[in-house]
């Protein structure tokens, strides 16, 4: 079965300052890859998706993450954090099994923006 | 403008209660799905259903029920035999096949 592991359950950084994400898989096949970012009380909403091709995917906000299949890691960056980025951030792996096409989720990572 | 809504906000359950709380779309989704939210958990899956009159349970259907009689709507009963209710739900939809889940915005349940 496919897992997601977050290795970092909180992060802190300083607003301008450079961001990266750590996003590790496991899944026996090719992997579909997806970061979401939920604010405070809301749902979740998605910043990128990789399914093939390009293992460098721009998404919205500004955010990028780059695939590496052989680390396993689908790490998210953003070159100039903004207070506004502070919020949960999820990375999710998609599988197909006997259900259909199910999305697998890690255990998120709090970003804190520092003034 | 199409979305996924669900309701209420805010629910507040007396122990030994069942409460059922609300998710509608007008995506025309096939496929619907509950998460719980724990801190520091994730998402775990729930319940979730490819198409209508049919659902499968997830990793933590225990004490949870759901049904899909009509192709916008996916309510979720929390009963009585769950333990710990007390979580922040999430619905969401895809297309048939898809892997891009739209999010409802929550439903945070409290038991008091």
């Known amino acids: 079965a496919q897992s997601v592991t977050q290795p970092d359950i909180h992060i802190t950084v300083s607003e301008g300052a450079s961001l990266e994400l750590r996003c590790n898989y496991s899944?026996?096949?090719?992997?579909?890859l997806f970061w979401y970012v939920q604010s405070p009380g809301q749902g979740l909403q998605l910043l990128l998706k990789?399914?093939?091709?390009?293992?460098l995917v721009q998404g919205i906000k500004g955010f990028e993450a780059e695939f590496k299949r052989s680390q396993s890691s689908f790490n998210l960056r953003k070159p100039s954090v903004h207070w506004s980025d502070a919020a949960e951030y999820f990375c999710?792996?998609?599988?197909?099994?006997?259900?259909?096409?199910?999305?697998?989720f890690g255990g998120g990572t709090r970003l804190m923006v520092k003034p | 403008d199409g979305g996924i809504t669900q309701s209420p906000k805010y629910l507040f359950r007396k122990e030994g209660q069942n409460v059922t709380l609300s998710c509608e779309q007008n995506?025309?989704?096939?496929?619907m799905y509950w998460y719980r939210q724990d801190p520091g958990q994730g998402l775990r899956l729930i319940y979730y259903?490819?198409?209508?009159?049919?659902?499968q349970k997830g990793d933590i259907a225990e004490g949870y029920s759901v049904s899909r009689e009509k192709k916008e709507s996916f309510p979720l009963t929390v009963t009585s035999a769950q333990k710990n209710p007390t979580a922040f739900y999430l619905c969401?939809?895809?297309?048939?096949?898809?892997?891009?889940?739209?999010f409802g915005s929550g439903t945070r349940l409290t038991v008091v």
């Open positions: 259903s490819q198409i209508v009159n049919d659902f």
């Open positions: 899944y026996g096949a090719t992997p579909y």
């Open positions: 969401a939809s895809s297309i048939a096949g898809g892997y891009g889940y739209t």
């Open positions: 990789y399914f093939s091709g390009d293992t």
């Open positions: 999710a792996v998609g599988a197909n099994n006997n259900a259909g096409n199910m999305l697998t």
């Open positions: 995506l025309n989704h096939d496929a």
